[in-house]
């Protein structure tokens, strides 16, 4: 059992950064929500906001934080 908070954070932190460097190797988009938004991040650092219209089309625009 993890003796504290702290290191269930680190462990977490380090586990997110592990997924985000395989994602980047490989080429691949992360996706994520932030601020009650949903977020695409593709292999180069972009950032975009994905929104589904009324009739269910998906759209992205570009994310500013």
Do not use: C, P, T
């Not at 908070?5 to 380090?14: G, H, P, S, V």
């Not at 997924?19 to 996706?31: E, F, L, P």
């Not at 009650?36 to 500013?64: L, M, S, T």
């Amino acid at each position: 059992m993890l003796e504290n908070r702290e290191q269930l954070q680190e462990i977490l932190k380090k586990a997110n950064q592990y997924a985000r460097k395989q994602a980047k190797d490989s080429g691949a988009s992360i996706y994520y929500i932030k601020n009650n938004k949903r977020v695409r991040e593709d292999a180069e650092g972009n950032k975009f906001e994905i929104i589904f219209d009324a009739r269910g089309k998906r759209q992205e625009y570009e994310y500013h934080e």
